[in-house]
């Protein structure tokens, strides 16, 4: 299942009405700067962010072929995260900013989600 997951997007472009689509894509920028601050506020709330890196690190794979066990190395990449200290003021100017971005994407969008409402009604 995992080799397909690429296909996924692709399956659910065909999911939901004209209408649905269309205010979803008026409104992508909105939903990234709602998970930004969703973010943030839980920065803020814990007093740390997190920070994700990849990491390589070689283990042993089963690489059994033809009734042979085998054990083989190969290399895994795993995704580690860790607490990084942050600037507090900075993070709650960055809060500040993205809730007025996010007032100013919605008025804009009000008037894309009325088109699309009159170009698609349900």
Same mark, same amino acid.
């Given at each position: 299942? *995992?080799?397909?997951?690429?296909?996924?997007? !692709? !399956? !659910?472009?065909?999911?939901?009405?004209?209408?649905?689509?269309?205010?979803?894509?008026?409104?992508?920028?909105? *939903?990234?700067?709602? /998970?930004?601050?969703?973010?943030? &506020?839980?920065? !803020? *709330? *814990?007093?740390?962010?997190?920070?994700? =890196? &990849?990491?390589?690190?070689?283990?042993?794979?089963? %690489?059994? $072929?033809?009734?042979? $066990?085998?054990? %083989? +190395?190969?290399?895994?990449?795993?995704?580690? /995260?860790?607490?990084?200290?942050?600037? +507090?003021?900075?993070?709650? @100017?960055? +809060?500040? #900013? +993205?809730? @007025?971005? /996010? $007032?100013?994407?919605?008025?804009? @969008?009000?008037?894309?989600? #009325? #088109? %699309? /409402?009159?170009?698609?009604? =349900?």
């Amino acid at each position: 299942m *995992r080799k397909y997951s690429f296909l996924m997007p !692709l !399956l !659910l472009i065909g999911c939901g009405t004209p209408q649905e689509r269309c205010i979803a894509s008026v409104t992508r920028d909105m *939903r990234v700067v709602d /998970r930004l601050i969703v973010e943030v &506020e839980g920065n !803020l *709330r *814990r007093g740390y962010a997190f920070e994700e =890196k &990849e990491v390589i690190r070689t283990r042993f794979v089963d %690489c059994s $072929a033809g009734g042979v $066990a085998l054990m %083989c +190395l190969d290399d895994v990449t795993t995704t580690e /995260r860790s607490a990084v200290a942050i600037d +507090l003021v900075a993070e709650a @100017a960055k +809060l500040a #900013s +993205l809730k @007025a971005k /996010r $007032a100013t994407q919605a008025t804009e @969008a009000a008037a894309a989600i #009325s #088109s %699309c /409402r009159a170009e698609f009604p =349900k």
